[in-house]
């Protein structure tokens, strides 16, 4: 069973005795990039922290499984990550039985940062659950075959955001969950694959659950063009339902 954690970028499935936690969009090392524009954010990757702790407990979650973006700098690794994501990754293998991690777009050299109990899986995402198929990818490139045959895909990278404006024209941005079918069929083919019945499929586009990171806003023009997936027009961005963190319908 896969359902949305209340009020929190976050998912539950549970399937036997598993229980497995999924996030994504973390950018643990934010906070560097905010004090050069002069926010200090102190211990924001310990808020982090207990956030994960307090639904790991209320969950009994024995799995963690990050969607990628698990750091914030890109191209070369910076001071930050290794002050941050050595320590963060211990402290959740104090917590979860199975720590793991499927790459983002900015994860080079992760495995390096990182201790070697965390499993990292190959960045065009993995299956979990077997009685109940979920595909989980970032979502930067394509899935693999299997992830989008599944028929269930659970990605984030797109931080997407719905931008409200009250009547004296201030302007907000909160972050969204997507919820969309596709054409497995289609979509496979889209990403150069065989196979497909014309089976309907079921994307789910996390927020981040790092909620400091930037992110486009949704209901500006072209804002579900994010990524192969949605920009494949496979997808049914028209259809879609989406929900704030407190389960507001927009
Ligand atoms: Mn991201």
Same mark, same amino acid.
């Given at each position: 069973? !896969?359902?949305? &954690?209340? $009020? ?8 036997? %005795? ?15 990039? /905010? ?8 211990? @924001? ?16 979650? +024995? ?15 910076? =001071?930050? =990550? #290794?002050?941050? !994501? ?18 983002? +777009? ?6 390096? !940062? ?17 009685? %109940? ?8 490139? #394509?899935?693999?075959? %299997? ?14 955001? @719905?931008? /409200? ?17 596709? =054409?497995?069929?289609? !979509? ?17 586009? /996390? ?5 400091? &990171?930037? $992110?486009?806003?949704? +209901?500006?023009?072209?804002?579900? =063009? ?10 049914? &961005? ?13």
């Amino acid at each position: 069973m !896969l359902k949305v &954690v209340p $009020g929190e970028a976050a998912l539950i499935f549970k399937e036997q %005795e598993e229980c497995t936690l999924l996030i994504s969009d973390l950018h643990l090392g934010l906070e560097k990039e /905010m004090a050069k524009k002069g926010f200090r954010i102190t211990s @924001y990757s310990t808020k982090i922290l207990d956030r994960i702790n307090v639904i790991a407990e209320r969950y009994r979650a +024995n799995r963690i499984i990050v969607l990628g973006d698990v750091k914030h700098s890109i191209g070369k690794v910076e =001071d930050i =990550d #290794w002050n941050v !994501l050595p320590w963060f990754f211990e402290t959740l293998l104090d917590v979860f039985a199975s720590v793991e991690v499927v790459p983002g +777009n900015h994860d080079g050299g992760i495995r390096s !940062l990182i201790p070697s109990r965390v499993k990292v899986h190959p960045s065009d995402g993995m299956i979990i659950g077997t009685d %109940e198929r979920v595909g989980v990818t970032h979502g930067h490139s #394509w899935p693999s075959r %299997e992830v989008i045959s599944c028929g269930r895909i659970v990605m984030g990278h797109s931080h997407f955001r @719905y931008e /409200m404006r009250d009547r004296f024209g201030a302007r907000s941005k909160e972050a969204v969950w997507l919820f969309a079918k596709y =054409d497995v069929e289609k !979509l496979l083919s889209k990403a150069g694959y065989e196979g497909g019945t014309g089976e309907v499929g079921e994307l789910m586009v /996390m927020p981040p659950f790092n909620n400091l &990171v930037g $992110g486009q806003a949704i +209901n500006a023009k072209g804002g579900f =063009d994010f990524g192969p997936v949605l920009s494949s027009g496979t997808v049914d &961005v028209a259809g879609a339902d989406i929900f704030l963190l407190d389960g507001t319908r927009v």
